[in-house]
């Protein structure tokens, strides 16, 4: 079974970095992409980041694209956001996700590119 678990966020100021983990588990973590999105108060989740299964690419929404940074370390099984310059327009629930084919790459900016979710860690940014 498919786990992934996200930790790190929390309450910090504007210009302000934080780094969220995501530890999966349940199968072997290098085959599969990952991806990073987030959800703020009535609002829809939208794409943050991804990372290939290779780790030889990467992908970044407009509104973060130098400021953050995705990452993995196959031997922790775990893939990292790290998050610089934050705004508070990047409050929202942060969310991981995986994959369910393996070596499978494509649209990954969209939801439905991934299978597996978990359950999300809270950033907030104040002014």
């Known amino acids: 079974q498919v786990q992934l678990v996200e930790s790190g966020g929390g309450l910090v100021q504007a210009g302000d970095s934080l780094r969220l983990s995501c530890a999966a588990s349940?199968?072997?973590?290098?085959?599969?992409?990952m991806g990073w999105f987030r959800q703020a108060p009535g609002k829809e989740r939208d794409f943050v980041a991804a990372?290939?299964?290779?780790?030889?690419?990467?992908f970044y929404a407009d509104s973060v694209k130098g400021r953050f940074t995705i990452s993995r370390d196959n031997a922790k099984n775990t893939v990292y956001l790290q998050m610089n310059s934050l705004k508070p327009e990047d409050t929202a629930v942060y969310y991981c996700?995986?994959?369910?084919?393996?070596?499978?790459?494509?649209?990954?900016?969209?939801?439905?590119?991934?299978?597996?979710w978990g359950q999300g860690t809270q950033v907030t940014v104040s002014s």
């Open positions: 996700a995986t994959t369910s084919r393996p070596y499978y790459s494509g649209t990954y900016y969209t939801g439905s590119f991934y299978a597996y």
């Open positions: 349940g199968r072997t973590f290098s085959m599969y992409a």
């Open positions: 990372i290939s299964w290779s780790g030889e690419s990467t």
